[in-house]
């Protein structure tokens, strides 16, 4: 059990540590990036890392640390919103079905099941493919698609916690079904669902990297890891940093949001809790 603390532990603070500085980067990009990400410097494209230019740059001569830097306020920015404007869609669905069940719940579901059957990159490329490219189409298109694995979600961890002891007590000392939800059952739901929420940052700035990089997501020449990728296909052979930095910087931060979310799952609880009963 010692070892299995320390397992839980040592994962949590690289996973926190890893996010953290990814974050901090990104909120100081003015102040720690050293070039502007847009100057193109022609006479020193494709420059490989140097004192100068420690990752490089790229086609036109722009810094790829810059670039970097500055794409982490793109894509994290753009992943937190769209992971925030799902839970607030999510949230009230999730929460009703789970908790009156019946009809509603069976339509929603067959809904639900309809969306989930096809995989979430292909809905949608499909969906952003009949809106046109760009940033708003790809971020309506992403919350199209990810709102029903939320919807499910919730709804398993409302039924769950509808069976404990003090909830059913709670609906039959008198307490309207409002009261109930918001004081019994969403206490209950939140700290699990947001642990699914950091989780899931990490696969949207994946999938939203991996739409910038089919030209259907953010468009050149915003610095955004996806865009990084796509505009460095064509040079991979005589520069590949220019497609190694960016392919390790989405690595990263997504192995940083899976460290915490798989710690913080209900298994790493209940396991950090046991470690610390003995």
Request: net charge positive; charged share 15%.
């Given at each position: 059990m010692?070892?299995?603390r320390l397992s839980f532990k040592g994962s949590l603070l690289t996973g926190g540590v890893l996010l953290g500085l990814i974050v901090l980067l990104g909120v100081l990009a003015p102040w720690v990036a050293p070039h502007d990400p847009l100057d193109v410097d022609?006479?020193?494209r494709l420059a490989p890392p140097s004192r100068k230019y420690p990752f490089g740059t790229d086609h036109l001569g722009r810094d790829v640390l810059s670039r970097l830097i500055?794409?982490?306020r793109t894509s994290v920015l753009i992943?937190?919103?769209?992971t925030v404007t799902t839970l607030c869609i999510s949230l009230p669905i999730g929460l009703l079905i789970g908790y009156v069940r019946g009809?509603?719940?069976q339509l929603v579901m067959r809904a639900i099941d309809g969306v989930l059957a096809f995989p979430d990159i292909i809905l949608t490329v499909a969906i952003v493919g009949i809106l046109g490219p760009g940033f708003v189409n790809m971020t309506l298109a992403i919350i199209a698609v990810r709102w029903a694995g939320y919807v499910r979600y919730i709804r398993t961890l409302v039924q769950k916690a509808c069976q404990e002891d003090y909830v059913r007590y709670a609906r039959l000392s008198g307490n309207s079904h409002v009261r109930v939800l918001r004081r019994y059952v969403l206490p209950q739901v939140?700290?699990?669902?947001l642990v699914y929420a950091v989780w899931d940052i990490g696969r949207v700035v994946l999938m939203v990297a991996g739409l910038s990089f089919l030209g259907l997501g953010v468009q050149p020449p915003k610095p955004e890891w996806g865009v990084m990728l796509h505009d460095a296909t064509s040079y991979f052979q005589v520069a590949p940093h220019v497609m190694i930095f960016p392919g390790l910087a989405i690595m990263l931060f997504v192995l940083a949001?899976?460290?915490l979310g798989d710690r913080f799952s209900e298994k790493g609880a209940a396991e950090w809790r046991m470690g610390q009963d003995r």
């Open positions: 010692k070892n299995m022609l006479l020193n500055y794409g982490i992943a937190c919103a769209i009809r509603v719940d939140l700290p699990q669902l949001c899976q460290l």
